[in-house]
């Protein structure tokens, strides 16, 4: 009984690899007949200047691009719940570098995420949604992407966890995940939304952090519905709820400013948004900003979903705050008037142009309070802008109050001038105050 036991398991782990090996062998297909060498490329200036556009348009700098580094070198440290990837050097260094790749190569990794060498790579490179992108802006991208300074810089080897430190889950989550695709332009729709749906889908790649992701990382089937970050500890609202940072009502030329400038009529941004407005949109031109305005408002406003709650929830589960409600709501109230008043008002009421209103605004009573959380625990200022070129920033205060504290007045700000959402616990402070996140 034991060798029959022991050959059933033996021929299991051989499917088992066989199946594997064909799915690798499916993820490495390569149908492109890629050129051998760059020596045929000369882009033209335009191209360049489109190219470097383009790259603004899609951020690539604030991964490629390590804090105090030289630009596009790489060497970033990207968490994801998985371990940490480091971003590669993208300048045109031929030996750690892209100096050998060809415009092919290029639009191979942004289309099908292969590396030049048939890597599979991580989809923390968002080619889930640049397979959106032409041909004609990857060729443009690369174009710039090669005239920028080459540096030398060796890549770094990325700090994952078993499995997901190997080619054969990264190519059974391709097989379950992804498949390339191109931008399909609605003829019903018209000619700015199309636009729009190009930039925010693909080069944009706003899914990436507006949507929720499964337990493999993979992104919901509901575009831009909302999802949390857990290794930078902040929310990326729904953009398709009206509670949370939906834009139907909004008049267009408000989510033009909010993109260009990072603060409107109608909201401001902060944390991650902040650095994609400071490093992204507000190069953009009127025309493709409007374009994605127009987009974002066509999209269907759904119920603001339940979304799940933080890991630790699964342990923890959300607890009420110790003591009697109303004590703890005196507490929050007493900190308020001290601590927050002088700049947000006695009624939440705000400052216009300075700082922002807590009455009625959806970024403070959101489902999931990690953005409050993080904002107050790190402090934070609005993107420096030509718009804006000096905003009022806020102060952290996660050396001033306790994680009670900080429970007590986010729960009485959450609940105070018509605010109704639900108190926030002193575990949850203590969670995200453990997350280093920016």
Known sequence: MKRVALRVVLALLVLIAVLAAIVVALNFRDEDEIPATAASFSPTREQVARGEY?????????????????????????????????????????????GTWTPAYFWRAMHNGRSKDGRLLYPAFPYTEYTLITREDSDAIFAYLW???????????????????????????????????QFEPDSARPADWNRGAYLVRG????????????VLGASSDVELSGGLIPAMGWYAPSLVSRDEAGVADWHAADIVTLLKSGASPRGSTM?????????????????????MAAYLKALPQAPPKETDPPWWSWFTGRRTPRGPAEEFRRQGAQIYEKS???????????????????????????????????????????????????PYGMPPFSHVLSDEEIAAVLSYI??????AAQPVSPLEVLQYRSVRGK
């Not at 070198?73 to 750690?96: L, M």
């Not at 080069?203 to 499964?214: F, Q």
């Not at 959450?414 to 605010?419: M, V």
């Open 147 to 181: 005239s920028v300074p080459a540096v030398e810089q060796p890549r770094r080897m990325h700090e994952l966890r078993f499995p997901y430190d190997n080619q054969i889950a990264l190519a059974v989550w391709r097989a379950l995940f992804f498949e390339p695709k």
């Open 340 to 390: 927050c008043a002088g700049c947000h008002g006695d009624h939440g009421e705000g400052a216009v142009g300075a700082y922002p209103a807590l009455a009625g605004n959806r970024a403070v009573t959101l489902h999931v309070p990690a953005n409050v959380i993080r904002a107050v625990l790190s402090g934070g200022y609005l993107p420096a802008t030509a718009g804006n070129p000096r």
């Open 203 to 214: 080069l944009g790649h706003c899914i990436a952090c507006h949507s929720a992701r499964n």
């Open 414 to 419: 959450r609940s105070a001038w018509g605010n």
């Open 271 to 291: 944390g991650p948004m902040a650095e994609v407005v400071f490093r992204s949109t507000q190069y953009l031109s009127n025309e493709d900003l409007t374009a």
């Open 54 to 98: 383009l790259a603004r348009a899609g951020n690539c700098s604030a991964c490629h691009t390590a804090r105090g580094g030289a630009p596009y070198a790489g060497g970033r440290a990207i968490a994801t719940p998985f371990g940490t990837i480091y971003s590669t050097n993208i300048t045109p260094d031929a030996r750690t570098g892209i």
